[in-house]
């Protein structure tokens, strides 16, 4: 019954970095379970290892130990090239510096996980243009990155997060190199998502309020553990 | 991803660091022309000489002798498997039979024999040669006198320049003017059929001859005419004649010999290449062969050591020029490190990050390999204007020493691909492994 409700699930999770002499617990034994539609917070200070276990979730970092399943699959046991098809079609991600790449317009850009995802050129150009339309940026299709305010870099980067349809969308402080008004606009975009395409949510932020305005749930972490496990108010 | 995105990304990505990816460029093809032009040379020196001996003559005719003939060059072989065997001769019969093997040009007796000469009040004894209708593009007649025969048994003659003087101090005024060959012909005698009978009367006979031309090299028919001949007339026309040679006395004692036949003949093969199948096919009729075929084999041998090391020297520019290709593909992962991250975390996998790098330094091989068939061309051309100069000023005529065939720079090209893919092989699998965490993680 949890297969089908729960799209994430992680048992006892842990992932440590060895520097130098010590190890480093990034994220040390986490259990968690995301159900599919949710939107869920990671809240934590910097250092907390919130955006470890967001890359743990994304598939981009390996656990060192425990148990991580997504959508039925364990991708503790996945090859790399499982990895990547898995990043292709399920995960949509947005970071905190937007990683565009600036050499590419904004439709480059969003284009460039369909050309991974191998869709037709002909219907790349159609889902490009919808998802930059999603976000308002249909006008500077043409643009590089550099050309645009903060926000609308944001907002390019959440088309290229949509733009391959995935089931989880994951955002690492999406608003922590944006104004506070800018900030809102990006999360109301994330939050109208998730309630119209029903896609997972899981936002990574260190502020509270943020937290606490947008999602249903909030997790918060301190020294790689999660200490609650509560609903938001 | 598929081929035309990743190409499509990998033209991207050379037009943004546009002034480095050009030079390397231009390295690989700089090592390419450097390559290209040095084999141009060995492959041009090789035509030159391959076509001198291919219109010698020497390589594409086989001497047949009778077999047990104490003058031929196989009498080992002869003894090995024929002591009982009768005498095979050289009769028309057998003439006609090589004729119509496969790849045989022509099979034409070998005609000389001395005779005298005269031209208005000068009477010089010479020797005569018989020269087949397929010489004329033999390199002798390049710079000769006038022209060649007109016609394989036209009644006209080439004299060789120093016989030529022998008759008149101006020797080019002889084009034209008729001579007169005095010669002794046979008759042979009726036998009905009983070959102790056999044998021929001769008779004194004048032919007129027009001079067509003067040579000034001794041309070459078969290659037993070392022995010079001074005056020379179509074979089919001195077969005609039917006049004594030197062989024909011994050929008249001889207990098997009742009719028609050669001393020795020569045998055109169409292709020098098929040299050996056809002395073949005549040893097995029982008859003695001599060819040149070995001595183009060493010579072969030669041009492709020669070609080696000018393979080697020339490549050696082309592999400092793939140093060139790891070095920029190796900048261009640090600098774009973050992007490779960016792809990675977009669901590109490690294979479509390997390809994207292999398929940018492929492009800079091709346009390389392109650009330095160009260059490699138009050195070339500048060898052999250069020789070409040199030659005319030393009043020789000018020769292309340096031949770019489309063979050369089609794989050349192919090639420069190869050496800069294997340069994006290390480049290439740095990238593949590149962490996406590390990499998304700093600014």
Do not use: C
């Not at chain 2, 290449?273 to 002395?279: G, I, K, L, P, Y």
């Not at chain 2, 792809?343 to 294979?351: C, I, P, V």
């Amino acid at each position: 019954m949890t297969e089908n409700s729960n799209i994430i699930r992680t048992e006892d999770l842990a992932r440590y970095y060895r520097m130098g002499p010590s190890v480093i617990r990034a994220v040390d034994g986490v259990s968690l379970e995301i159900a599919r539609g949710e939107f869920v917070a990671l809240l934590g200070s910097s250092g907390s290892g919130k955006s470890t276990l967001l890359n743990l979730l994304a598939g981009l970092d390996r656990p060192t130990r425990g148990r991580i399943q997504v959508a039925g699959r364990d991708l503790s046991t996945l090859s790399r090239e499982e990895l990547a098809a898995y990043r292709r079609h399920q995960v949509g991600m947005v970071f905190q510096a937007f990683n565009l790449v600036p050499r590419m317009t904004l439709e480059e850009n969003v284009e460039l996980p369909l050309r991974f995802a191998e869709v037709e050129r002909s219907e790349r150009t159609q889902r490009v243009q919808q998802a930059l339309a999603r976000v308002g940026l249909l006008h500077r299709l043409g643009h590089r990155p550099s050309e645009l305010s903060g926000g609308e870099q944001q907002r390019a980067a959440l088309a290229r997060a949509l733009v391959n349809r995935p089931s989880i969308l994951l955002a690492d402080e999406p608003t922590g190199n944006l104004d506070s008004r800018t900030g809102e606009e990006i999360l109301n975009l994330i939050a109208e998502w998730n309630r119209t395409l029903g896609m997972t949510v899981v936002l990574v932020t260190h502020e509270r309020p943020l937290a606490e305005r947008y999602a249903q749930r909030i997790l918060q972490m301190a020294d790689g553990k999660l200490v609650t496990n509560g609903r938001a108010q | 991803m598929k081929a035309p995105d990743l190409l499509e990304l990998a033209l991207r990505n050379l037009r943004e660091a546009r002034l480095r990816n050009a030079l390397t460029t231009l390295g690989i093809a700089v090592g390419v022309a450097s390559l290209v032009a040095m084999l141009s040379l060995g492959v041009g020196l090789q035509e030159l000489v391959g076509q001198r001996l291919d219109r010698s003559g020497l390589f594409d005719s086989i001497v047949v002798y009778p077999r047990r003939d104490g003058r031929g060059f196989e009498r080992a072989d002869a003894r090995a498997d024929g002591e009982s065997e009768s005498l095979r001769l050289l009769t028309p019969e057998i003439r006609r039979q090589m004729e119509s093997l496969p790849n045989v040009a022509e099979v034409f007796p070998e005609v000389r024999f001395s005779t005298q000469v005269r031209w208005q009040d000068t009477t010089r004894f010479t020797s005569v040669a018989g020269l087949p209708f397929s010489a004329r593009s033999n390199e002798a007649f390049d710079d000769m006198l006038g022209h060649f025969f007109s016609s394989p048994e036209a009644e006209e003659a080439i004299l060789e320049l120093d016989f030529a003087q022998e008759l008149t101090p101006q020797p080019e005024s002889l084009v034209g003017q008729t001579v007169v060959l005095r010669y002794a012909e046979r008759q042979p005698l009726g036998t009905d059929g009983n070959a102790d009978q056999w044998g021929f009367t001769v008779q004194r006979r004048e032919k007129m001859l027009r001079v067509v031309g003067i040579v000034r090299q001794q041309p070459f028919g078969g290659w037993r005419n070392f022995a010079r001949g001074e005056l020379f007339i179509p074979t089919a026309l001195a077969e005609r004649l039917n006049t004594l040679q030197f062989s024909t006395v011994r050929e008249a004692v001889r207990a098997e010999t009742a009719g028609e036949t050669y001393g020795s003949l020569i045998v055109r093969v169409s292709n020098p290449a098929r040299v050996r199948e056809v002395q073949q096919a005549i040893r097995q009729m029982g008859l003695a062969t001599y060819s040149i075929l070995d001595a183009t084999q060493s010579l072969r041998r030669f041009f492709i050591i020669v070609d080696l090391f000018l393979g080697i020297f020339g490549s050696l520019a082309l592999a400092v020029a793939s140093l060139g290709i790891v070095n920029t593909l190796v900048m261009a992962i640090l600098e774009r490190r973050r992007e490779i991250g960016i792809m990675k975390a977009l669901g590109a996998s490690d294979g479509d990050v390997k390809r994207l790098f292999f398929a940018e330094a492929g492009v800079m091989g091709l346009l390389g390999g392109l650009v330095g068939v160009l260059l490699a061309a138009g050195i070339g051309a500048a060898i052999n204007f250069g020789t070409g100069y040199y030659l005319q000023r030393q009043e020789l005529p000018p020769e292309s020493v340096s031949s770019l065939p489309f063979w050369l720079g089609s794989s050349a090209i192919v090639f420069s691909i190869l050496v800069s893919l294997v340069a994006g092989i290390y480049p290439a699998a740095r990238a593949a492994r590149l962490d996406p965490v590390e990499a998304l993680r700093y600014e």
